[in-house]
């Protein structure tokens, strides 16, 4: 690939790099940095800590803090309610419009409204991130932003890059891609 790199960090799976390669022609002239790929719960929780800090909400949940090294699945009663220790500060995170997935499939505690939707999801159930499928990757958008999402949403148009969607995440300055499952 000349113009689409993989930060060293990046984890690689066979459907995001099938969609890395076919899309790396439409970036001729703008070399960009894949930023994520496959993640594992621990990394989003890792992601989410570093998301409340970023807002200044990290100390408002001292059990985030106290638990942060324990498995994602590791439950605690907190306000007579049991919650994962990452729970109620990733439901703030959605309250305040910084979208991001559960590690495990959890719900959102407080109210959380999807841009141009309606719809209240608190009480719902938040599904993991298709990263942790293996399914997306992220292009950082570094000064050019938007020039990386229009290529991107040209490749998406013409259908040969086995893109299932994407979403510019102007909060984290990149362009989201979901790939097709291979087989």
Not at 129 to 134: K, M
Not at 172 to 181: E, F, S, T, V, Y
Request: charged share 30%; net charge negative.
């Amino acid at each position: 690939m000349k113009w689409l790199l993989f930060e060293e960090k990046v984890k690689n799976t066979p459907a995001i790099m099938r969609t890395v390669e076919l899309l790396d022609p439409y970036f001729e002239g703008e070399q960009s940095e894949i930023t994520s790929g496959l993640r594992t719960p621990e990394d989003q929780v890792r992601i989410i800590s570093e998301k409340m800090k970023r807002h200044g909400i990290y100390n408002d949940f001292p059990e985030f803090d106290l638990h942060r090294d324990s498995d994602p699945g590791f439950g605690l009663e907190v306000d007579d309610e049991v919650v994962y220790f990452w729970q109620r500060g990733w439901s703030r995170l959605l309250n305040i419009g910084d979208i991001v997935n559960p590690p495990i499939p959890a719900k959102c505690l407080y109210d959380y409204f999807r841009p141009g939707s309606p719809e209240n999801k608190k009480g719902q159930t938040i599904q993991i991130s298709p990263h942790q499928r293996g399914l997306a990757f992220d292009i950082g958008g570094g000064k050019n932003l938007m020039e990386k999402a229009k290529r991107v949403m040209k490749a998406y148009q013409e259908g040969t890059c086995f893109i299932t969607d994407y979403l510019q995440e102007r909060i984290n300055n990149a362009i989201h891609i979901g790939c097709k499952q291979i087989g």
